[in-house]
């Protein structure tokens, strides 16, 4: 009764992250009952995806392994500031704001000693490299509002004021939409400390 | 920005049922930052599904496509009694509960008026071919309860009905560990038409 190719197909889907084994059985089941040009698909998708991504060496984002990233060779880009950022996913969604369009640099995670990350694990090294052979006179840090990111922030902040850049951080405050009776203090006491003139 | 690789996988995966375009570019970007050979072992076990696969023409299960069916092959299971579902995960589901040791038939969905699903477009003439070759004594009605499930056991006991055939159906009634206060009126009447002598 137990076959086999379907068990690997289940226990393969329920390896990703929030798919158990229920929702791992539907996907298989789901896929043996439909056209089989959907799950070769996403066979071959899973394949290609291997072959033609790799990683920037210089900023680390994604790049085709034929062309030069799409990030540092955009001409349009200034070349003068730099936003760091700790995962892929902030530069996407940061690009996605379209309020920024300078150069970035990803350090691949957060300084944390709780899980045993220190500079040394991450691509910090390189981007002092980075600053000290590039033209740029601003750095963005753009970390995560959360006590790892806070670190990280800390410690890049540590090491690199002093010298002529301008270091800023992204502002901490009130979300967009969010009603300020279901904010919790924190936020509120970070957004009052970072209050602004009003302009119109 | 948009790397195209990446967004055939997302669009490959959110074709699933269940995965958002949010779920999957989770599931991508998962794939992106961990060990390559989880993503390749999906994608072989998807291949592999489709390689290994098929349906046992007899009973409608999935088989191997170079064994035997394992549930028509089985010599410890009883000949003489057929239970008749309609998908091939309600065979799964019975074969779970272990209470059930005879032949089955997969009838491939219920008869369904509004969604154009007639008798032909099951395998019910295979079914009562099956029942006119073969030595069962028993017809085991295991459909859904539900107004299709309900329409196509009709359909098939006004078709059999009349013969030497013993004709059951599985039990309706108040499901294990419910309680009475919240169980929906349909229920209670059908648990209560199908009332038993209590016994110890």
Redesign the interface.
């Given at each position: 009764?137990q076959?086999?190719?379907?068990e690997?197909?289940i226990?393969?889907?329920s390896?990703?992250?929030?798919?158990g084994k229920k929702?791992a059985r539907?996907?298989?089941?789901?896929?043996?009952?439909h056209d089989?040009s959907?799950?070769?698909?996403?066979?071959?998708?899973?394949?290609?995806?291997?072959?033609?991504?790799d990683h920037c060496p210089q900023c680390g984002f994604?790049?085709?392994r034929e062309e030069p990233c799409?990030?540092c060779s955009d001409l349009h880009r200034d070349t003068a500031s730099l936003c760091v950022v700790s995962k892929?996913?902030d530069c996407?969604a940061i690009?996605s704001s379209n309020a920024f369009l300078g150069q970035y640099h990803i350090l691949g995670g957060t300084i944390s000693p709780l899980d045993g990350v220190s500079p040394k694990d991450l691509r910090i090294d390189a981007l002092f490299q980075r600053i000290a052979d590039g033209s740029f006179t601003e750095i963005v840090l753009a970390l995560d509002a959360t006590v790892d990111g806070e670190t990280t922030a800390q410690y890049l902040y540590s090491h690199l004021d002093g010298s002529d850049l301008r270091i800023t951080r992204i502002a901490a405050g009130i979300p967009f939409g969010t009603e300020l009776e279901y904010t919790d203090r924190i936020t509120i006491s970070r957004a009052l400390n970072m209050r602004r003139d009003f302009s119109r």
């Open positions: 009764m076959l086999e190719s379907i690997r197909l226990l393969a889907f390896t990703l992250p929030g798919i929702s539907r996907l298989t089941f789901f896929l043996l009952d089989p959907l799950g070769k698909n996403l066979s071959e998708a899973l394949l290609g995806v291997y072959e033609s991504i994604y790049k085709t799409s990030l892929i996913q996407i690009e």
